[in-house]
């Protein structure tokens, strides 16, 4: 069975570090664009980052352009969401997600998700 799992999240001071990790089982990652994504309390889901499938592009929101960072490791099935500087607005709930096209926003262009993981930035 095809699965995504987040893991990494947590409570974190504005400024600080967290490292999240997506894992697939039942499927290999190889073929798929990978996304992040947040979903923050009484807002729409919205797209973080992106890493190609073909040549390891990388894709990022402005909002976190700078601070966060997205790789892959295809022997390890996983891919990471690298944050750094995290500030209060980054608090959210994060997924990651597969597509098997080029990196997209278009939320109904992924077709695994996780169950996502809690970011929370807070003093």
């Known amino acids: 069975q095809a699965q995504l799992v987040e893991s990494g999240g947590g409570l974190v001071q504005p400024g600080g570090s967290l490292r999240l990790s997506c894992a697939a089982s039942g499927f290999t990652l190889d073929y798929y664009a990978i996304g992040w994504f947040r979903q923050a309390p009484g807002k729409e889901r919205e797209g973080v980052s992106c890493i190609s499938s073909s040549n390891g592009n990388t894709y990022d929101a402005d909002s976190v352009k700078g601070r966060f960072s997205i790789s892959r490791d295809d022997a390890k099935n996983t891919v990471y969401l690298q944050m750094n500087n995290l500030k209060p607005e980054d608090t959210a709930v994060y997924f990651c997600?597969?597509?098997?096209?080029?990196?997209?926003?278009?939320?109904?262009?992924?077709?695994?998700w996780g169950q996502g993981t809690q970011v929370t930035v807070s003093s």
């Open positions: 997600a597969t597509t098997p096209m080029p990196c997209s926003s278009r939320l109904d262009e992924y077709d695994h």
